[in-house]
């Protein structure tokens, strides 16, 4: 018969506590929890509680297990309150690589911001853009840092977060957020090379066409095209913009090695027209 109590494990703060059920590590959140207790200690598993986030990789787990060897208690308990910020915002399950990758990143970001010593973010913008609303939730989650640590967190340090954050939705994946913002910006500096043009980064038209990008690759990667009934109109009436946009698709497909089809060449063809017609020539 299975002991559904809880035995504590390590006490992150009075809210966030690691702890053990049934030979399983879980970490366990509810306000006020862990006042007073200390590890050894039984909780029992009728216990109310807010939520539960369980690791259940092998490697994921060792690798958060080494991770609490290393990251001081408090700032892991802190983390583990924004994680839980984050679930309920999103109102869905995040990959449990974020209990890794998010509390190392914070970490580290704290250890250097103590050192005044600031990474950029030169793709601040782009991110905004891209996870509107994982960004909006990145910036609660740099207030909760900043009241929680008195440290002055700068704005850069949002968008980092905010890739975090969408790749904990999107199967834990970070390496392709970070690609696919940085592709978006290189495939906007591309063309403003090629027609000469300044593209405002706060303009409505950026912000349609790096949508556009997003939703493209994510429709080329899931094989789900969508029809333009405009194609053979588009390559006559814009000319260059469709052969520059030829160009764009060859970008992507050496990044993400497959196929763009023509029907998304002519959409992006239509965006390169706007920003023709409304950005800044050199």
Not at 51 to 60: H, P, R, S, T
Not at 75 to 89: F, R
Not at 105 to 117: C, E, G, P, S, V
Request: overall charge neutral; aromatic content about 8%; charged content about 30%.
């Amino acid at each position: 018969m299975k002991n559904h109590n809880y035995e504590i494990k390590k006490i992150f703060n009075n809210n966030v506590i690691l702890v053990s059920q049934n030979g399983e590590e879980k970490i366990i959140l509810r306000k006020g929890l862990g006042f007073g207790k200390k590890t050894g200690d039984i909780i029992s598993g009728d216990t109310p509680i807010e939520k539960i986030f369980v690791i259940k990789d092998e490697g994921n787990s060792s690798k958060f297990n080494q991770l609490l060897t290393k990251v001081d208690e408090d700032i892991v308990g802190m983390c583990e309150e924004i994680i839980l910020m984050v679930s309920h915002k999103l109102n869905e399950e995040l990959n449990e690589k974020i209990h890794i990758s998010l509390i190392d990143h914070i970490a580290f970001t704290l250890q250097r911001l103590k050192k005044n010593d600031e990474i950029i973010n030169p793709f601040l913008v782009e991110t905004e853009t891209l996870y509107r609303k994982e960004f909006q939730i990145a910036e609660k989650a740099i207030r909760i840092i900043e009241n929680y640590t008195g440290i002055k967190v700068p704005d850069g340090e949002i968008g980092f977060i905010t890739l975090h954050i969408h790749s904990a939705r999107n199967k834990g994946n970070l390496s392709n957020t970070v690609k696919y913002t940085f592709l978006c910006n290189s495939i906007v500096e591309f063309i403003e090379d090629s027609l000469n043009i300044y593209i405002d980064r706060q303009s409505l038209d950026y912000a349609r066409f790096l949508t556009h990008i997003r939703f493209a690759i994510e429709r080329i990667l899931t094989s789900n095209p969508i029809k333009n009934e405009l194609l053979s109109v588009i390559k006559k009436q814009y000319k260059q913009s469709y052969k520059l946009a030829k160009n764009v698709a060859k970008i992507i497909e050496r990044e993400i090695e497959i196929k763009v089809v023509e029907d998304e060449i002519g959409y992006i063809s239509i965006h390169i027209e706007k920003f023709k017609n409304s950005a800044t020539i050199y």
